[in-house]
């Protein structure tokens, strides 16, 4: 059975800098593709950052320049460093588990909540 487990999630200023952590259960990581998406409330989820398998990224425009997603195949963890965060970064991120050979979740994580404010 999948499972994902966020955290790393908090308050924190305009500005600021946090950095989330997925755990996968399994050799997730190494065999499938990873994202990072968020939901605000009243808002769709939206996608925020993917990393393939191989280790290639891709990133929201909104993101791009301040967060950086990356991974560690032997802790099977998905990392998401968020650096100069705006109160419109303020929603619940949740991980993803996408296929082998595309991006499309098939898992969630139960998420975690990220605020942005003063």
């Known amino acids: 059975q999948v499972q994902l487990v966020e955290s790393g999630g908090g308050l924190v200023q305009p500005g600021g800098s946090l950095r989330l952590s997925c755990v996968a259960s399994g050799s997730i990581v190494s065999s499938y593709a990873m994202a990072w998406y968020r939901q605000a409330p009243g808002k769709q989820r939206e996608l925020v950052a993917t990393i393939t398998k191989s280790g290639s990224t891709n990133y929201a425009d909104s993101v791009k320049g301040r967060f950086s997603i990356s991974k560690d195949n032997a802790k099977n963890t998905v990392y998401l460093q968020m650096n100069s965060l705006r109160p419109e970064d303020t929603a619940v991120y949740y991980c993803?588990?996408?296929?082998?050979?595309?991006?499309?979740?098939?898992?969630w994580g139960q998420g975690t909540q990220v605020t942005v404010s003063s």
């Open positions: 993803s588990r996408g296929g082998m050979y595309d991006l499309a979740p098939r898992y």
